[in-house]
């Protein structure tokens, strides 16, 4: 398809959709002459950013529909659970939550309880919510967020739980309404889905094939992202360093960024996966080249063990993977590195548990999200041989995060008595008097001082811990 066809295709379904937008919206407004009541939706949001990017377009478009935001379920007349299904707690929490919803159903029989996102690509999470969770009206997946006006409309009038799953992805897209829950700052989806299969991955199965954006649709909705506010993005996909390989035209990650630094308003850049196999030469030029990348790389190295990486599919050593940090460091003096880390993977003993212990105090990350391994059935991982024990599994998990968070303190220590730009956040959650941002380096500092959201400011730090620092706002950049 010529873009000119996939922009009249986008355009059509656009127009579809806001039709019952608008339909939905003047049955609100009928009612609330009526009864004079204002209409609620809540959008619950697990697992990760590609999550709750999806989430604000929901948000979006019930709120175009005459609903407005409440976190309260009582209040609500909507709830939309948008699920993530990449361990098993994150699933075993929704059921819970879910059930949970039952008496209030019984009260509010006109209440919508919808479910969507990457476990209802599931067809076993389908089946159990249909038998199991019967106050359940909705459910949708990952492929068809596009539609959602449409599939909510039947879902109004329906009396059994409407159920709309594509088995595949379609085509992107483009201008879907969204509803940003922040101004300054925002994350924009530059790819969906993911072609890695990492063998313990539930991610490629459940949002699709590789697809980019393309990047004028992206750099328009960053120039629009500028206009209203925004001065830093983070890029999303969950392999950003294969962005572009499916477009018609020769455009990589890199030409991304150059492009994106040379937009006037955008202060900082992030991004955020990257494969570690995918981490080109050209990737760490741009990023020692462009001010407005951020000096902070989120890099996965999942295990230390090469035997591990190869049952994970990674396509990198230990070795590869320390020499890639090497460069980053040479290029990038003071970049903050994070990881993730998988405990106790099939086949993982405690002498190649040992190799994950060397990379972390070799590479010396600035934080590290760890996970025990948890399996998911329908990857290659799951037929595999588990063969030590849980206790030993949990045993080394916890060496592994004593040995992280030393680390962590002694690079924030480094921290101490210099100044930092920091964009801030807004008040602090468990203090109003203080404000909270992040530094470059994407370090939560919490400070005193006068400063608005969305300001840069050069705070001094005075004091660290483990996960934040406090500091004083020293002289004002811009406001
Ligand atoms: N695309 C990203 C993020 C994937 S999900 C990436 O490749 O890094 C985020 C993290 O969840 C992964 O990096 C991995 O550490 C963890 N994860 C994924 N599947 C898992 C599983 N089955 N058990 C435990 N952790 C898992
Ligand atoms: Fe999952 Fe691997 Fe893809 Fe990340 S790169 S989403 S871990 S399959
Ligand atoms: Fe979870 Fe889906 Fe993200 S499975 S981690 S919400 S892509």
Not at 42 to 59: M, P
Not at 151 to 167: M, Q, R
């Given at each position: 398809?010529?873009?000119?066809?996939?922009?009249?295709?986008?355009?059509?379904?656009?127009?579809?959709?806001?039709?019952?937008?608008q339909?939905?919206?003047?049955?609100?407004?009928?009612?609330?002459?009526?009864?004079?009541?204002?209409?609620?939706?809540?959008?619950?949001?697990?697992?990760?950013?590609?999550?709750?990017?999806d989430s604000?377009?929901?948000?979006?478009?019930?709120?175009?529909?005459?609903?407005?935001?409440?976190?309260?379920n009582?209040?609500?007349?909507?709830?939309?659970?948008?699920t993530?299904?990449?361990?098993?707690?994150?699933e075993?929490?929704?059921?819970?939550n879910?059930?949970?919803?039952?008496?209030?159903k019984?009260?509010?029989?006109?209440?919508?309880?919808?479910?969507?996102?990457?476990?209802?690509?599931?067809?076993?999470?389908v089946e159990?919510?249909?038998?199991?969770?019967?106050h359940?009206?909705?459910?949708?997946?990952t492929?068809?967020i596009?539609?959602?006006?449409?599939?909510?409309?039947?879902?109004?009038?329906?009396?059994?739980?409407?159920?709309?799953?594509l088995?595949?992805?379609?085509?992107?897209?483009?201008?879907?309404?969204?509803e940003r829950?922040?101004?300054?700052?925002?994350?924009?989806?530059?790819?969906?889905?993911?072609?890695?299969?990492?063998?313990?991955?539930?991610?490629?199965?459940v949002?699709?094939?590789?697809?980019?954006?393309?990047?004028?649709?992206?750099?328009?909705?960053?120039?629009?992202?500028?206009?209203?506010?925004?001065?830093?993005?983070?890029?999303?996909?969950?392999?950003?360093?294969?962005?572009?390989?499916?477009?018609?035209?020769e455009?990589?990650?890199?030409?991304?960024?150059?492009?994106?630094?040379?937009?006037?308003?955008?202060?900082?850049?992030?991004?955020?996966?990257?494969?570690?196999?995918?981490?080109?030469?050209?990737?760490?030029?741009?990023?020692?080249?462009?001010?407005?990348?951020?000096?902070?790389?989120?890099?996965?190295?999942?295990?230390?063990?090469?035997?591990?990486?190869?049952?994970?599919?990674?396509?990198?050593?230990?070795?590869?993977?320390l020499?890639?940090?090497?460069?980053?460091?040479e290029?990038?003096?003071?970049?903050?590195?994070?990881?993730?880390?998988?405990?106790?993977?099939p086949?993982?003993?405690?002498?190649?548990?040992?190799?994950?212990?060397?990379?972390?105090?070799?590479?010396?990350?600035?934080?590290?999200?760890?996970?025990?391994?948890?399996?998911?059935?329908?990857?290659?991982?799951?037929e595999?041989?588990?063969?030590?024990?849980?206790?030993?599994?949990?045993?080394?998990?916890?060496?592994?995060?004593?040995?992280?968070?030393?680390?962590?303190?002694?690079?924030?220590?480094s921290?101490?008595?210099?100044?930092?730009?920091?964009?801030?956040?807004?008040?602090?959650?468990?203090?109003?008097?203080?404000?909270?941002?992040?530094?470059?380096?994407?370090?939560?500092?919490?400070?005193?001082?006068?400063?608005?959201?969305?300001?840069?400011?050069?705070?001094?730090?005075?004091?660290?811990?483990?996960?934040?620092?406090?500091?004083?706002?020293?002289?004002?950049?811009?406001?």
């Amino acid at each position: 398809m010529t873009r000119r066809e996939i922009e009249h295709i986008n355009h059509e379904v656009l127009k579809k959709q806001n039709d019952i937008i608008q339909r939905i919206k003047q049955n609100n407004e009928n009612e609330y002459h009526k009864t004079g009541r204002i209409k609620y939706a809540r959008v619950i949001t697990y697992g990760c950013q590609q999550n709750n990017s999806d989430s604000e377009k929901l948000k979006g478009m019930l709120k175009l529909m005459g609903y407005n935001q409440t976190e309260d379920n009582e209040e609500a007349d909507v709830i939309l659970f948008n699920t993530c299904c990449v361990r098993e707690n994150a699933e075993l929490k929704l059921y819970g939550n879910i059930g949970a919803l039952k008496n209030l159903k019984k009260k509010k029989p006109d209440l919508i309880i919808g479910v969507c996102g990457c476990m209802m690509q599931q067809k076993h999470a389908v089946e159990m919510i249909k038998e199991k969770y019967r106050h359940v009206d909705l459910i949708f997946g990952t492929h068809n967020i596009y539609r959602f006006p449409e599939i909510f409309e039947k879902a109004l009038h329906e009396k059994y739980t409407l159920i709309d799953i594509l088995d595949t992805e379609g085509f992107i897209v483009e201008n879907l309404p969204v509803e940003r829950d922040e101004k300054h700052k925002a994350w924009v989806t530059i790819m969906y889905g993911c072609n890695n299969f990492c063998s313990y991955c539930i991610v490629p199965y459940v949002r699709g094939r590789e697809r980019s954006r393309n990047p004028e649709d992206i750099i328009k909705e960053i120039k629009n992202l500028v206009q209203d506010g925004c001065r830093e993005v983070t890029l999303l996909g969950q392999n950003v360093n294969s962005y572009g390989k499916d477009l018609k035209i020769e455009f990589d990650f890199a030409d991304l960024l150059y492009k994106i630094n040379s937009i006037d308003g955008i202060e900082r850049i992030r991004f955020m996966t990257s494969h570690p196999k995918d981490l080109s030469n050209k990737l760490i030029k741009v990023m020692s080249e462009c001010s407005k990348i951020c000096e902070h790389l989120h890099l996965p190295f999942q295990a230390g063990s090469n035997k591990i990486l190869k049952l994970m599919n990674r396509v990198y050593t230990k070795e590869e993977y320390l020499e890639k940090v090497k460069r980053i460091k040479e290029a990038i003096p003071g970049i903050a590195l994070t990881t993730d880390i998988i405990v106790g993977f099939p086949g993982e003993t405690t002498e190649d548990f040992e190799d994950t212990l060397d990379i972390v105090r070799k590479v010396r990350f600035d934080q590290a999200f760890t996970f025990i391994y948890s399996k998911r059935e329908g990857t290659p991982a799951a037929e595999m041989m588990d063969i030590i024990s849980e206790e030993e599994k949990q045993y080394n998990f916890n060496r592994l995060i004593e040995v992280q968070n030393k680390i962590s303190r002694e690079i924030n220590e480094s921290y101490k008595d210099n100044i930092y730009e920091v964009l801030v956040d807004g008040p602090s959650k468990t203090n109003k008097n203080i404000l909270t941002g992040r530094t470059r380096t994407g370090k939560v500092v919490n400070f005193k001082g006068d400063a608005n959201i969305g300001d840069l400011v050069n705070v001094k730090i005075k004091e660290v811990h483990t996960w934040s620092l406090n500091g004083e706002v020293v002289m004002s950049n811009q406001s």
